[in-house]
């Protein structure tokens, strides 16, 4: 059974502050890593995507990959009350497109 | 233009019956997942169709089945409810099989099933 968890949280920041968000993976032959955001009642929408090892910058948002470490992260700079969702790390490999539990961000004013 | 439709939006049925839920891909999208989440939970994998046909199944007992048509909409139709099934079904649609390429899944709005 391929998996992916991640801590379902709640994580609470203070605004301003650096939100990050971590996701570990079961199958080593895993190609590709996805982060979704979804706000309460609403279906999951793509923040950021990676395939390479490394970071990858989009404005406010850094996704770190660490293949040999099954592990990647999502950093969220400046964090905004309106960032306050749960997030959801997605993983495809093979025939399979797995996401983990989400892990619910609170960014306080 | 218009992303990926799903209806309805709300749906309560009883313990027993049978539902259709209906999903409108992204135009010119070729693949249609839907998954499963339950309050709290991540999305679960119910089923692929790329191209018409069956790409991939999860872990679901065979009351679930769904099919895509010519026009690449799907409908996915679960039978004798239970209890259990209350969820919100998510439909996901992408350009290329299993979601490849940069954009991945483009999800619907869902449809929220209540089972009393």
């Known amino acids: 059974q391929k998996e992916v968890e991640q801590n379902s949280g709640p994580l609470s920041v203070p605004e301003g502050a650096i939100a990050s968000l971590n996701c570990t993976y079961s199958?080593?032959?895993?190609?590709?890593f996805f982060w979704y955001r979804q706000y309460s009642g609403k279906s999951p929408e793509l923040i950021m995507f990676i395939y390479s090892n490394g970071d990858k910058e989009d404005g406010r948002f850094t996704a770190q990959l660490n293949k040999a470490s099954q592990y990647v992260s999502l950093l969220i700079r400046d964090s905004q009350p309106s960032d306050s969702a749960t997030y959801l790390c997605a993983v495809r490999g093979g025939q399979n497109f797995v996401f983990g539990p989400g892990t619910r961000l609170s960014v306080l004013p | 233009d218009a992303g990926v439709t799903q209806s309805p939006t709300h749906l309560i049925k009883t313990r027993g019956q049978h539902v259709t839920l209906r999903c409108s891909p992204i135009s010119g999208h070729k693949s249609v997942s839907w998954y499963q989440q339950v309050l709290g939970q991540g999305p679960q994998f119910i089923f692929q169709y790329y191209e018409k046909e069956e790409r991939g199944r999860g872990n679901f007992p065979d009351r679930f089945s769904a099919r895509q048509f010519p026009n690449y909409s799907s409908e996915l139709n679960v039978n004798a409810l239970l209890l259990g099934d209350s969820a919100l079904y998510l439909c996901?649609?992408?350009?290329?099989?299993?979601?490849?390429?940069?954009?991945?899944?483009?999800f619907g709005s869902g449809t929220r099933l209540t089972v009393v």
């Open positions: 199958d080593r032959g895993s190609q590709s």
């Open positions: 996901a649609s992408s350009l290329e099989y299993m979601g490849q390429g940069a954009a991945g899944y483009t």
